[in-house]
């Protein structure tokens, strides 16, 4: 049995931000590769981690066999066939979101897990968030009822992301330019299915959807600003993507969930908005690092007229296992504890022998809204129904 996995990160920039939770969980996890298209990042990573080997080239390092597991930590567009190549060199894979850019690559990657048996995990980092978690364990248990209604929404502005010092466009500035849809959806849409037990046995699954979108101006407005009007992405019309993204998804058992997108205008980040509404209870999340996440439980108050509480007043009963036990470890790293939570997971789960908390199916499913919302948005709209990817390829559209 293995006693500790052996982990390469691929992708050195964005995976420079595990160091303090691989650093936390070496019982568990051992760092011995890191792979990089540049040298200076490989460079920072050997002066931190001494003995570390280093890889420009991503083959090579999936023939190395004292690598366990792969990390991928790299642009979304690679995620996919580089989760499927590390599988069939035998590597197990956890993957920065979103798992699949189309619904084809997300049917190979589906297969090459049935057909590997290797962990695949899906690094969705804010459904092990604190309160996500708690609300999440609380509708475990029916605290809410049943669930009719959700919200969840990414609001961030990342347009310094969209370019480099020069000007010319990094992969998310080819995102913006060439799709028009919800791009990037499972921040929000990943805590909202755990709640709603979306993908498990007795929960619920995701039916269709239906995503519409503002027009284009804050990337223009933008690139004038900073560029001036010669660079063409001072026009509207060079943006594929408009500037808000609104997605109406349906599930099989009749709850709504609304997910909203938006990542170029102009305001402060509201990266973590949710709301919840069951039959005996009401969740709203915090609109800002400030602000308080707020519950409403029917029966829980006395007063006349219902009221809101905030959530941690009910945290000695139903904060998760999960926070119990690594609370002070994941309190230090980021994403609200989730880059620690994911590796713990993983690594916990190749040990264990067990299915990760986030498998092949979520991944494919929450990160399918991606391809699906540009098929509705071209359609003016239309609604677009889920693919079952548990099914045989050829019955898995509804």
């Given at each position: 049995m293995m006693e500790c996995v052996r982990l390469a990160v691929v992708g050195g920039g964005r995976g420079s931000a595990f160091s303090e939770a691989l650093k936390a969980l070496t019982d568990k996890v051992r760092l011995v590769a890191v792979c990089d298209t540049n040298e200076a990042v490989l460079n920072k990573w050997k002066g931190?981690?001494?003995?570390?080997k280093a890889y420009l080239d991503y083959a090579k390092l999936l023939e190395d066999a004292s690598v366990d597991a792969v990390f991928l930590a790299t642009p979304l567009f690679y995620h996919a066939r580089q989760a499927i190549a590390a599988l069939r060199a035998g590597k197990h894979v956890i993957s920065e979101v979103i798992a699949s850019t189309s619904i084809e690559d997300s049917w190979e990657l589906v297969e090459t897990v049935r057909q590997t048996g290797l962990t695949y995990m899906m690094a969705e980092n804010y459904c092990f968030m604190r309160p996500n978690m708690m609300v999440g364990h609380m509708a475990e248990h029916?605290?809410?009822?049943?669930?009719?209604?959700?919200?969840c929404g990414y609001i961030h502005d990342v347009r310094e992301l969209l370019h480099a010092s020069d000007g010319s466009l990094t992969w998310r500035g080819n995102l913006f330019r060439d799709y028009n849809g919800c791009t990037y959806p499972t921040h929000s849409l990943g805590p909202v299915a755990k709640w709603l037990a979306i993908g498990r046995e007795g929960g619920d699954e995701l039916e269709s959807l239906s995503t519409f979108v503002s027009k284009s101006r804050a990337s223009a407005k933008y690139f004038h600003e900073h560029f001036g009007d010669e660079h063409p992405g001072s026009k509207?019309?060079?943006?594929?993507?408009?500037?808000s993204t609104v997605t109406m998804l349906r599930t099989k058992k009749g709850a709504l969930i609304t997910l909203k997108y938006d990542v170029q205008s102009a305001r402060p980040h509201n990266m973590t908005h949710y709301s919840l509404q069951g039959t005996s209870g009401a969740y709203l999340s915090g609109r800002h690092d400030q602000d308080e996440p707020l519950i409403w439980l029917e029966g829980a108050s006395e007063a006349a007229h219902p009221e809101w509480e905030s959530l941690w007043l009910h945290k000695d009963r139903w904060e998760h296992p999960v926070w119990r036990r690594w609370r002070e470890e994941a309190e230090r790293t980021g994403h609200g504890g989730g880059d620690f939570l994911v590796l713990e997971e993983f690594a916990t789960a190749i040990l264990n022998g067990r299915k990760p908390a986030i498998d092949v199916y979520d991944a494919v499913v929450w990160?399918?809204?991606?391809?699906?919302?540009?098929?509705s948005v071209a359609g003016g709209g239309k609604t677009v129904p889920f693919v079952d990817f548990k099914k045989p390829r050829n019955e898995g559209r509804s």
């Open positions: 931190e981690y001494p003995g570390v029916g605290v809410f009822g049943e669930i009719t209604y959700a919200e509207p019309e060079y943006w594929g993507l408009g500037d990160s399918s809204v991606f391809p699906l919302s540009v098929e």
